[in-house]
């Protein structure tokens, strides 16, 4: 007992005389616009995500080269030479 091809086929016909083509049309532009404009804002999210992970990941930060080790100064040294 579903809806045959029919039936929606004269669903279609009412719709459109009733919103009419230009109505629909611009209806269909402004979904299709608010569909892209989530999957952008998606996008964002999953970089910015990962992103922070990287940062608060101490496994990534130490393989980044940028990060350099400290270096002992010269009282720290003398210190550990003494114990």
């Known amino acids: 007992m579903g809806i045959s091809w029919q ?3 004269i669903l279609l016909v009412i719709v459109l005389l ?3 083509t230009k109505r629909l049309r611009n209806l269909g532009g ?3 616009g608010a569909i892209k404009g989530f999957k ?3 996008k964002e999210e999953e ?3 990962e992103d922070e992970d990287k940062d608060k ?3 990534l ?3 980044d080269d ?3 080790p400290q270096q002992k100064t010269s009282s720290e040294e003398k210190q550990s030479q003494d114990k």
């Open 7 to 9: 039936q929606l086929l």
């Open 18 to 20: 009733i919103f009419g």
């Open 30 to 32: 402004d979904l299709g």
């Open 40 to 42: 952008k804002a998606m």
């Open 47 to 49: 970089k910015k995500g």
């Open 57 to 59: 990941d101490p496994e």
């Open 61 to 63: 930060l130490g393989k």
């Open 66 to 68: 940028s990060v350099k």
